[in-house]
T-cell receptor, first 114, second 110 residues
């Protein structure tokens, strides 16, 4: 089955550590996105990539980094510079239907900083 | 900038109809999306509007008025499984990235 796989599902980190969240898709989608969600809030865009070897900052990129070396993969690194990293992280890609670029999401990774 | 407003919470009874409103102010407009998100899970796509009017898809319908910066999601014949958060998202340009509202948490009671 085609889809987006995120790992790990749950992750605990000590303050000062960098962590990398994995996102892999086998949908052959060009564009991929990372969103952050805090309790009771909507999704905020961290980074997005519309093509391999190219990516742009979203609304809250500070303290995060990404790479897009392969079409299938878009890992997110949460660095120690991110002041409040505890959140639910969602990776997504877009497909087009009836003129709409619809987001399809992975199951998410929940990061907790101890 | 972008500003999207939705009610924080709504409650409705099983079998009833509920309307979830979304108002937006964006620097451009190229489509409005509704997503459903159950607690602890990823959002899933429900509907898309780019032209004014009503889009119907089974028990769910979505309406758009571009001149008013307004949309609603209408859920009919509510079921317990419809208890979820409903996210309104606007795509300002054709660039693909959407801005989300904070979501409306709907609780369906027996």
């Amino acid at each position: 089955d085609g889809g987006i796989t995120q790992s790990p599902k749950y992750l605990f980190r000590k303050e000062g550590q960098n962590v990398t969240l994995s996102c892999e898709q086998n949908l052959n989608h060009d564009a991929m996105y990372w969103y952050r969600q805090d309790p009771g809030q909507g999704l905020r865009l961290i980074y997005y990539s519309q093509i391999v070897n190219d990516f742009q900052k979203g609304d809250i990129a500070e303290g995060y980094s990404v790479s897009r070396e392969k079409k299938e993969s878009f890992p997110l690194t949460v660095t120690s510079a991110q002041k409040n990293p505890t959140a639910f992280y969602l990776c997504a890609s877009t497909y087009e239907t009836a003129g709409a670029n619809v987001l399809t999401f992975g199951a998410g990774s929940r990061l907790t900083v101890l | 900038g972008q500003n999207i407003d939705q009610p924080t919470e709504m409650t409705a009874t099983e079998g009833a109809i509920v309307q979830i409103n979304c108002t937006y102010q964006t620097s451009g407009f190229n489509g409005l999306f509704w997503y459903q998100q159950h607690a602890g899970e990823a959002p899933t796509f429900l509907s898309y509007n780019v032209l004014d009017g009503l889009e119907e898809k089974g028990r769910f319908s979505s309406f758009l008025s571009r001149s008013k910066g307004y949309s609603y999601l209408l859920l009919k014949e509510l079921q317990m499984k419809d208890s979820a958060s409903y996210l309104c998202a606007v795509r300002p340009t054709n660039a693909g990235k959407s801005t989300f509202g904070d979501g409306t948490t709907l609780t369906v009671k027996p």
